[in-house]
């Protein structure tokens, strides 16, 4: 479990110094859709911004390469307008403040699951965002 621990720390270290509250419910609403197995998890997710053509994108959060930058409404043409209303709900914050963070979270969230370049197991992305949501 150490590596988990490391990425778990990494993660929060990185995403977490001028974290608000909302910042810190997004974190943990990214979390619960990247560890969710009935929409694919994060290779559902990777597999949705490659169905957009956004393929090139998330595949240099994947790799061991500089990350490339997303847009808002990049991310809103791959996850829907319900999607980010539905995040917004959850935290109390508009749809336009969730599709404002998401650029900054998901690339270094993706990069961080996955240290090696390739996708961790499906069972170890839950248990890292256990331990996200628990720090």
Do not use: C, H, Y
């Given at each position: 479990m150490g590596l988990l621990d490391g990425l778990a720390g990494q993660v929060m270290n990185s995403l977490a110094g001028n974290e608000s509250a909302p910042q810190s419910g997004l974190l943990e609403a990214v979390g619960a859709m990247l560890g969710n197995a009935q929409s694919g998890g994060l290779a559902g997710l990777l597999a949705a911004f490659e169905q957009q053509g956004l393929g090139g994108i998330v595949a240099s959060w994947v790799g061991t390469g500089a990350n490339q930058a997303i847009s808002a409404e990049?991310?809103?043409?791959?996850?829907?307008?319900?999607?980010?209303?539905?995040?917004?709900?959850?935290?109390?914050?508009?749809?336009?403040?969730?599709?404002?963070?998401?650029?900054?979270?998901?690339?270094?969230?993706?990069?961080r699951l996955t240290p090696n370049g390739t996708l961790p197991a499906e069972g170890a992305v839950g248990g890292l965002l256990n331990m996200l949501k628990g720090s």
């Amino acid at each position: 479990m150490g590596l988990l621990d490391g990425l778990a720390g990494q993660v929060m270290n990185s995403l977490a110094g001028n974290e608000s509250a909302p910042q810190s419910g997004l974190l943990e609403a990214v979390g619960a859709m990247l560890g969710n197995a009935q929409s694919g998890g994060l290779a559902g997710l990777l597999a949705a911004f490659e169905q957009q053509g956004l393929g090139g994108i998330v595949a240099s959060w994947v790799g061991t390469g500089a990350n490339q930058a997303i847009s808002a409404e990049q991310i809103r043409s791959v996850l829907g307008s319900g999607q980010i209303q539905a995040l917004a709900g959850q935290l109390g914050i508009s749809s336009e403040e969730v599709s404002g963070q998401l650029p900054q979270f998901l690339p270094q969230i993706v990069d961080r699951l996955t240290p090696n370049g390739t996708l961790p197991a499906e069972g170890a992305v839950g248990g890292l965002l256990n331990m996200l949501k628990g720090s």
